[in-house]
């Protein structure tokens, strides 16, 4: 079983920024990518960023230049750090990753989500 535990989610003016942070636990063999999603309000969920675990990223075209995905394999955690936050990035991010487990199979696991809001 894999639990996703998220982070750092809050009200921020716009202009501001914020980290998201989301650790993995539970057995696995490995994770392979590691991804950032959000859903606004009446809204479909979309990828925001990516990243494999040869550390190739890929970004939404509209956080690019502004939001930075990295992870810590190690520490089995994910972060996304958000610049320049616009009020059209107000939203539940979600963290989700893909896990192999020691019998081979493949597991996409989701977080519970946090909230992000910008507003003056």
């Known amino acids: 079983q894999v639990q996703l535990v998220e982070s750092g989610g809050g009200l921020v003016q716009p202009g501001g920024s914020l980290r998201l942070s989301c650790a993995a636990s539970g057995s696995m063999f490995s994770i392979n990518v590691m991804g950032w999603y959000r859903q606004a309000p009446g809204k479909e969920r979309e990828l925001v960023a990516g990243?494999?675990?040869?550390?190739?990223?890929n970004y939404a075209d509209s956080v690019k230049g502004r939001f930075t995905i990295s992870r810590d394999n190690a520490k089995k955690m994910v972060y996304l750090q958000m610049n320049s936050l616009k009020p059209e990035d107000t939203a539940v991010y979600y963290c989700?990753?893909?896990?192999?487990?020691?019998?081979?199979?493949?597991?996409?696991?989701w977080g519970q989500g946090t909230q992000v809001t910008v507003s003056s």
């Open positions: 990243i494999t675990s040869g550390g190739n990223t």
């Open positions: 989700n990753i893909e896990v192999i487990f020691y019998s081979g199979s493949i597991f996409r696991s």
